[in-house]
């Protein structure tokens, strides 16, 4: 259901077209591995990661806030950049869709949200939920978070990359 939802907001309109100053963070160096490992990897996702790679030059990577009990090389072993969301490439307030790269041998510290969450894994990694525990969606898989379902995400001996989806619509 929400894959539907998503594809249809998607294409009933168009947000308009935001300012944001394009920043490469260090661990961004890891970008062009992942890149490369979905394209010759996984014919199903590799049209996706050849747009991130043009897309890429222009976004504005972030690093999440450290928080008390995160792993100590997770902080500069991520970054999340904002494609359409209500201040990113396209400014749209109904969902946000983004990207979420690792260095190897990171984990993505559990946490939840309210919005549900869809991602499309763009290398090889783990995924965790409260429900399924680890396990290992595949280049070119789906992960589907509900609200507020605890999840978390790692890499192993390469950098993870994904792409995802938060519905914040109705």
């Given at each position: 259901k929400l894959a539907r939802q998503l594809d249809q907001a998607l294409h009933q309109q168009l947000g308009r077209t935001g300012q944001v100053q394009a920043c490469r963070l260090a661990v961004c160096e890891f970008l062009d591995q992942a890149l490369a490992q979905a394209d010759l990897l996984a014919s199903a996702v590799a049209p996706l990661a050849r747009a991130l790679a043009v897309l890429a030059p222009s976004l504005a990577w972030y690093q999440r806030p450290a928080a008390a009990g995160d792993d100590s090389g997770f902080h500069a072993g991520h970054a999340n950049a904002?494609?359409?969301?209500?201040?990113?490439?396209?400014?749209?307030?109904?969902?946000?869709?983004?990207?979420?790269?690792?260095?190897?041998?990171?984990?993505?510290?559990?946490?939840?949200?309210?919005?549900?969450?869809?991602?499309?894994?763009?290398?090889?990694g783990d995924w965790f939920t409260e429900d399924k525990h680890w396990y290992t969606p595949g280049l070119g898989g789906t992960v589907y978070h509900d609200a507020n379902l605890v999840h978390a995400m790692r890499s192993g001996p390469a950098p993870l990359l994904a792409i995802w989806c938060l519905w914040m619509g109705r």
């Open positions: 904002l494609i359409i969301a209500p201040s990113a490439l396209e400014c749209r307030s109904d969902l946000a869709v983004g990207v979420s790269l690792l260095a190897p041998h990171v984990t993505y510290p559990q946490h939840h949200h309210a919005p549900r969450e869809i991602y499309t894994v763009l290398s090889e």
